[in-house]
């Protein structure tokens, strides 16, 4: 998986971001794998689904572990999954 740092944090937030000015009406979706990383990028990622106004499904696929779970937790209260073996 992935490990949270600034360089996939600042393309996950300018891509929520230019998706959300695009069609704010449609859902985002987000597939994790990551083992964690840095805090404040992974910081940025939630904040930044949380401000957008179109819902962000969080789905875990394989690891969400620290920094990797935080985010996971923070996709809409109804719309978050983890695949039976992640």
């Known amino acids: 998986g992935q490990e949270v740092d600034s360089e996939i944090s600042n393309q996950l937030v ?23 990383g840095w805090v404040i990028p992974g910081i940025a990622i939630y904040d930044t689904m949380q401000l957008v106004p179109p819902d962000v499904h969080t789905i875990c696929m394989g690891l969400a572990a620290s920094m990797g ?6 996709g809409e209260i109804t719309k978050r999954l983890a695949l039976p073996h992640a």
């Open 69 to 74: 779970s935080f985010i996971l937790v923070g």
């Open 14 to 36: 300018g891509l929520m971001v230019f998706l959300s000015i695009e069609d704010d009406t449609k859902d985002l979706y987000l597939f994790i794998n990551s083992p964690g």
